[in-house]
């Protein structure tokens, strides 16, 4: 029969036997859980970097080509660049025609390309003129010369006229540089730049209208040879 001392030391062998179970067996609970959610995260992770690898690599689908943009593609322009470069042909020729002349040159000879170059009516037959006055008198007296160079710098605005229903406009800033001469002998340059406006008439791109933009250098001298 046993005695006391040895029950109590058997029982706790077995206790300390039972703890080492339960801890391993803790354990292994521990790190196996831990791995299934490594694995459910990492394939987590795996469809959407798969997905932005393809999104990367392939471009989007044509399909049948309406695809939307915006709507400003939608709208067409009011002027298209063919048009403008007209537009803007028309208003060189004509503010350097304005300032080319010689003092043998007569009105009517001298208006008739420019007026082609310009709507009609009152306000630009009165505009497109030669010097008048003691000014033209001047000129003829010093066998006077000018010759004019005109640029457009940039456009001022572009709109449609559904009012009046004349359609496009275009006003452009134009650099105006006219070389004076008398006698044969370049006496000075003025530069001036004007709002010059054009709108379409009879297919074609004319001058409607043109004003003083800046006063620019008017009248400088610029003595040539000399």
């Known amino acids: ?98 300032s080319t002349y010689k003092h043998t040159d007569q009105t009517a000879a001298w208006a008739k390309p420019l007026l082609a170059l310009a709507v009609g009516g009152d306000q630009m037959n009165r505009q497109t003129a030669l010097p008048t006055g003691k000014d033209w008198a001047t000129c003829q007296a010093v066998h006077c010369s000018s010759v004019g160079k005109a640029t457009v710098v940039r456009d001022a605005m572009i709109a449609d006229d559904l009012a009046r229903g004349s359609g496009g406009m275009v006003s452009s800033v134009v650099s105006l540089t006219a070389v004076r001469s008398e006698n044969g002998k370049q006496t000075r340059t003025e530069s001036n730049s004007w709002l010059v406006t054009s709108r379409k008439e009879g297919g074609a791109w004319k001058v409607s209208a043109f004003d003083l933009y800046g006063l620019g250098n008017v009248g400088a001298s610029d003595k040539a040879g000399g």
Do not use: C, W
Not at 42 to 47: F, H, L, N, R, V
Not at 51 to 70: E, N, S
């Open 1 to 98: 029969m046993e005695s006391p001392a040895e029950n109590k030391r058997s029982a706790a062998l077995a206790l300390a036997i039972l703890g080492v179970v339960l801890i391993g067996a803790l354990v292994v609970l521990t790190v196996f859980d831990g791995d299934d959610d490594a694995e459910v995260s990492s394939d987590a992770k795996a469809p959407a970097a798969a997905a932005q690898d393809k999104g990367a690599g392939q471009a989007a689908p044509a399909g049948d080509g309406t695809q939307q943009t915006g709507a400003s593609d939608a709208v067409p322009p009011i002027v298209t660049p063919a048009e403008l470069t007209e537009a803007h042909q028309a208003m060189a020729a004509y503010m350097a025609g304005l």
